[in-house]
């Protein structure tokens, strides 16, 4: 075990690479994304409905008793989807919970663990035929692909069967990147180099049309999303067909909720909500741009540029994956993510306040 000294400074690292790739929405996305540190028996790890931008300024790293949580694990035990009955309470000063994600970090052999819901990613693990576009330019590297599996006991479950293997570098289908190393500078190194290769040219987009997209918004309950980048979703035909086959990803589903609301011909916010019978966080007007609920959280507007990001990299041909209706009911129906969910709504009503 680390001196007491060397790893509190491994863990400022660990903090300070958290926040560099918090701050890149290219590979995380408001709360999403976790990272790790293993000291002896105990797993640091980001805290959960927190930001890694924010890794710096706040106390966002909670210590987990990791044996018990392993065994749990292996037992297939509930427990481990409480991952916060595993906290070391008298090191855990911001009282907060753990990642949902923990289970996955704690099954990881390697020290340093970084999750990340990197577009390039993500673009390429809700494909079907994912194994065979990233395995040549993961060559050389210690890989393995995961298919979809919800977030926490069940990923882990997943991930568990490739523990002979001992990869550094996790595909995640229809979530994510996973990499690991022994130190923390390897870990940023890997992480570096495993979206260098997976780097894919975005499809240019059409600009919105701000005048339209202000007179839609004019007396509803409808503001312009948080980043330009957003409307792409929208303004490029081939984002908005592959926008309308469903959800691709767990973050999308959590924050902006099912699938993509897309208004059709002639409708305005007023006619949309009609149709649904409900407010939907986020409304993607074809050619114009897209609408966001007054109240939707900054993890919501992280979202919806996500949304723009991955479909910008994905082609029209591509023989694509959403999850299933079954899928969204275990995201929806989780308590962990309800947890989660309660957090950004708190934040963002102080941030009003």
């Given at each position: 075990m680390p001196e007491a000294a060397g790893w509190q400074a491994e863990l400022e690292q660990l903090k300070a690479v958290s926040a560099r790739i918090g701050g890149d929405p290219l590979l995380t996305q408001g709360a999403g994304g976790n990272t790790s540190l293993k000291v002896g028996g105990t797993l640091w790890i980001k805290a959960s409905g927190t930001w890694l931008a924010h890794a710096l300024e706040r106390d966002i790293m909670v210590p987990v008793e990791m044996a018990p949580l392993i065994a749990a694990?292996?037992?297939i035990d509930p427990a481990a989807e409480q991952a916060h009955q595993f906290t070391i309470a008298a090191l855990n000063s911001s009282g907060l919970r753990p990642s949902i994600e923990t289970t996955v970090h704690a099954l990881m052999p390697q020290r340093v663990v970084l999750h990340v819901h990197c577009v390039d990613t993500i673009a390429q693990a809700v494909r079907d035929d994912c194994v065979q576009q990233v395995g040549p330019r993961l060559a050389g590297l210690n890989w393995a692909c995961v298919p979809y599996a919800r977030p926490g006991l069940p990923l882990a479950l997943a991930i568990s069967e490739h523990r002979g293997q001992r990869p550094d570098v996790l595909i995640l289908g229809n979530h994510g990147l996973v990499v690991a190393a022994d130190t923390v500078a390897g870990a940023e190194a890997l992480l570096e180099d495993v979206k260098a290769r997976l780097r894919v040219a975005p499809r240019s987009a059409p600009a919105l049309d701000a005048a339209r997209l202000a007179q839609l918004?004019?007396?509803?309950?409808?503001?312009?999303p948080?980043?330009?980048?957003?409307h792409a979703a929208a303004t490029d035909p081939v984002s908005?067909?592959?926008a309308a086959k469903g959800s691709l990803y767990p973050d999308h589903v959590i924050f902006l909720g099912t699938g993509s609301v897309i208004a059709r011909d002639g409708e305005d916010v007023a006619a949309v909500v009609a149709r649904l019978g409900t407010s939907p966080v986020s409304i993607l007007?074809?050619?114009?741009g897209i609408l966001m609920r007054r109240d939707a959280t900054p993890g919501a507007d992280a979202m919806a540029r996500c949304l723009a990001?991955?479909?910008?990299?994905?082609?029209?041909?591509?023989?694509?994956?959403?999850l299933t209706p079954q899928e969204h009911l275990q995201l929806t129906d989780w308590d962990a993510e309800k947890y989660r969910q309660d957090l950004a709504r708190k934040a963002a009503a102080k941030k009003i306040a």
């Open positions: 694990v292996e037992a918004a004019d007396g509803t309950n409808y503001r312009l948080s980043a330009d980048a957003a908005l067909d592959l007007f074809p050619g114009t990001d991955v479909l910008a990299r994905v082609p029209d041909n591509a023989p694509v994956r959403v």
